[in-house]
């Protein structure tokens, strides 16, 4: 868990520095964070039976609400920076994630 965080925090960094490594740099993003991410779900869902389901159809909602903003084109990015932008987009839906699995939590404990 930890090594997924601390990789994906350097790719991030990196692509910071770097927006035309994004093609390349993304996906390895992507699976450092399925690391980190796995990690705190296998953590919460021992804890709370059901949580990870409910975080996860929460962030399925948001990202389809963003793709439904995309379409009629509210959303817009230029060309040369699509790849930087789809990351931008992960790294928020991660995040998302990660905040729907605390407040699920907060709300199961309150039982």
Known sequence: MRGGAIGGLVVCIALVFKKEWAYFLAPIYALLEGLFVGGISAMYGAIFNGIVVQAVLLTIGTLAGLLAAYRPGWIKAPKFME???????????????????????????RD
């Open 83 to 109: 790849w930087y932008a789809a990351f931008g987009l992960m790294v928020t839906l991660i995040w998302l994630y990660i905040e729907f699995l605390r407040l699920l939590s907060k709300l199961m404990s």
